[in-house]
């Protein structure tokens, strides 16, 4: 699984913008599609991957679909806010 801070992965994101990402901009119920992007350079998982509401397949990779939204939701629900 891949082992970065809250604010790790925020700076990552805001790389090359003016203005960063807030924690609130990715850890909400609705994420915008610019920021989406952003997520997905970082994962390069394709962003059909974030988007299909079909339950994910066993993955052979490192990081499993089940796996990325469990870490939103832990911080999420973690106060990393």
């Known amino acids: 699984m891949y082992r970065i801070s809250v604010e790790e992965f925020l700076q990552l994101i805001s790389r090359g913008l003016k203005k960063p ?4 901009d ?18 390069n ?3 059909h991957y974030y988007l299909d ?3 994910p397949e066993k993955s052979k990779g490192i ?6 939204i469990a870490v939103i939701y832990f911080c ?6």
């Open 21 to 24: 990402v807030i924690a609130e």
């Open 26 to 43: 990715v850890f909400s119920d609705e994420i915008k599609i610019q920021y989406l992007k952003r997520i997905d350079k970082l994962f």
């Open 45 to 47: 998982k394709g962003l």
């Open 53 to 55: 509401p079909k339950a």
């Open 63 to 68: 990081c499993s679909k089940a796996n990325f």
């Open 76 to 81: 999420n629900s973690n106060s990393f806010l």
